[in-house]
């Protein structure tokens, strides 16, 4: 039964549409990064797996995540309705013949704002550079297996995280594969893409993840 991370910072809003699409043989582990809405408390509601995670950082909450996960396979997604727990299965299935899969979005009118997708553009144009691995989108939806994403010793607890996790299995020479995924318009706003000041703040967090 694969365990499904999501890390959370206020998103009650969101989570009971994300919760209640998960595909059967899958658990949800809800990392509440400090939250100051009733999010921890919905997801129980909801009979997901909840984690608190005092540190604040994507990267901090996806490793707490993986910490507390115990299935072979671990997948990691945003809580905020922008990915389909539906797509999870064409995400994990790769993996019969793959160590890392990232999930392309592929995103509906005005899910994915301009200065996004051009900041995600430009970082995965200097991860092929560097690395040789040739991604279109560092997306927030992936699956790996959980005992060897510890062994790759992600040290980012900021934004940085996805990107040292493509970087280091790339060292690792892990087999990485992309696959599509539809992209929605979120619930609310966006702490990352929904702001300029969020995308820079993710922009610079993986640009010191490159150095």
């Given at each position: ?65 993986l910490l507390a996960a115990d299935d072979d396979v671990v997948c990691f997604m945003d809580a905020d309705g922008s ?101 929605r318009a979120r619930s609310g706003r966006s702490k990352v893409t929904g702001s300029v000041r969020g995308t820079i ?11």
């Amino acid at each position: 039964m694969p365990d499904v991370i999501l890390p959370v910072l206020n998103e009650s809003e969101a989570l009971p549409w994300v919760l209640e699409r998960f595909p059967d043989g899958y658990r949800a582990i809800v990392v509440d990064n400090g939250s100051t809405d009733d999010s921890a408390q919905v997801a129980k509601r909801l009979g997901s797996t909840v984690v608190t995670e005092p540190q604040r950082g994507f990267g901090a909450a996806c490793y707490a995540g993986l910490l507390a996960a115990d299935d072979d396979v671990v997948c990691f997604m945003d809580a905020d309705g922008s990915l389909d727990p539906s797509d999870l299965p064409s995400v994990v299935g790769p993996l019969a013949s793959a160590d890392l899969v990232v999930g392309a979005r592929r995103a509906e009118r005005g899910a994915w704002p301009l200065h996004a997708r051009l900041g995600n553009r430009v970082l995965a144009r200097e991860l092929r550079r560097r690395s040789g691995v040739r991604l279109r989108d560092l997306g927030p939806m992936r699956a790996a297996r959980r005992n060897d994403l510890i062994a790759l010793g992600i040290r980012d607890r900021r934004f940085g995280w996805p990107l040292e996790m493509v970087l280091r299995a790339a060292e690792a020479a892990w087999r990485i594969t992309e696959v599509d995924i539809p992209y929605r318009a979120r619930s609310g706003r966006s702490k990352v893409t929904g702001s300029v000041r969020g995308t820079i703040r993710t922009v610079r967090d993986m640009t010191r993840v490159l150095r």
